[in-house]
């Protein structure tokens, strides 16, 4: 069954250094999403990401987030200058679009900000 | 704003039922989801109702919407040790005729003792 992958599973960076999550969803999915889960917390939606281009985001999603899709398999976030806030379970999702196709997650990124 | 509330911890015996339950707040809503997360692991997609429905089997699982309370539980029959996970419930909001952002609950852990 096709899934969505994402990479590293675990990532450790200093805080004010630049972090890229990656992630590769399935393939024929239109929508693609991150969110996060900080420890002990609710799983938060921070943005959704439709023909090539952003078309919701969260509070949580200022401007030291960004997302890409660079290529036709991979979509990106980027985090510019971390904070130990930041520390959290970032899940990406993808969906095909219609109100009645599910979304489906990857396995996670767990980012430690030291 | 929108909230999904259920109750942080389950403890069942192998062979029982299980029932999770969920509350949530939009009554905008139009799909409701279960999700299963094991420990160091993605968010599983279990199972998900449409909000007019009231009910949807699925093998061992049985959602049950009550959407005037709204009120979503999720029945495991003959609960298994491999069921043991955290349960997460979320809904998500259509617009334009495509799924929005998920909001989720914080997770209801499931142990089932042999």
């Known amino acids: 069954e096709p899934e969505v992958t994402q990479t590293p599973s675990h990532q450790v960076t200093q805080m004010g250094q630049e972090v890229i999550l990656r992630c590769v969803p399935i393939s024929n999915h239109l929508y693609f999403y991150w969110y996060r889960q900080i420890l002990g917390q609710k799983v938060e939606f921070l943005v959704s990401f439709y023909n090539n281009e952003i078309s919701e985001k969260s509070e949580i999603f200022d401007d030291q987030f960004s997302v890409e899709r660079p290529d036709g398999s991979n979509f990106t976030l980027k985090i510019r200058s971390t904070k130990l806030e930041d520390s959290a379970m970032y899940f990406c999702?993808?969906?095909?679009?219609?109100?009645?196709?599910?979304?489906?997650f990857g396995d996670g990124t767990r980012l430690s900000i030291l | 704003g929108e909230d999904v509330e259920q109750s942080l911890f389950l403890s069942v015996r192998e062979g029982d039922s299980s029932v999770i339950n969920c509350t949530y707040t939009?009554?905008?809503?139009?799909?409701l989801y279960w999700y299963k997360q094991e420990p160091g692991a993605g968010l599983q997609l279990l199972t998900y109702?449409?909000?007019?429905?009231d009910m949807k089997q699925d093998q061992r699982l049985t959602v049950l919407l009550n959407k005037k309370d709204k009120h979503l539980s999720l029945r495991i029959a003959d609960t298994q040790t491999g069921d043991s996970a955290i349960y997460f419930c979320a809904e998500s909001l259509n617009y334009g005729g495509s799924q929005g952002n998920l909001i989720f609950g914080k997770g209801t852990k499931l142990s089932v003792k042999p």
């Open positions: 109702i449409f909000s007019n429905m």
């Open positions: 939009d009554s905008s809503s139009t799909y």
């Open positions: 999702a993808s969906s095909g679009g219609l109100s009645d196709q599910p979304q489906h």
